[in-house]
Nanobody, 116 residues
Framework: QVQLVESGGGLVQPGGSLRLSCAAS????????MSWYRQASGKERELVAT????????YYGASVKGRFTISRDNAKNTVDLQMNSLKPEDTAVYFC?????????WGQGTQVTVSS
């Protein structure tokens, strides 16, 4: 079965950096686009970034463009999110996502807190 396991969250000061990682299993990772979403307390889940199956194209939400970078390693079945210049408004639970056969699959999420 599809499994997505996020790691790398934590507490960081404003202006700091974190790198999230998602380990995928149970499907042919290399043929699917992968995404990171986030959900802040009391808000709807929002798309942060997407990367195509071969890593050739990426998309970023307006609020993170220029600060976050999504990447993938198809040999290791992982997708990462490098987050720089973090702001308090980046505080949220971050989720790894794959859309496979019209269904969304999610990891359990990892908490990112940006606070001084």
């Amino acid at each position: 079965q599809v499994q997505l396991v996020e790691s790398g969250g934590g507490l960081v000061q404003p202006g700091g950096s974190l790198r999230l990682s998602c380990a995928a299993s149970g499907f042919t990772f290399s043929i699917y686009s992968m995404s990171w979403y986030r959900q802040a307390s009391g808000k709807e889940r929002e798309l942060v970034a997407t990367i195509t199956s071969n890593g050739g194209s990426t998309y970023y939400g307006a609020s993170v463009k220029g600060r976050f970078t999504i990447s993938r390693d198809n040999a290791k079945n992982t997708v990462d999110l490098q987050m720089n210049s973090l702001k308090p408004e980046d505080t949220a639970v971050y989720f790894c996502n794959v859309k496979r056969q019209i269904r969304d699959y999610w990891g359990q999420g990892t908490q990112v807190t940006v606070s001084s």
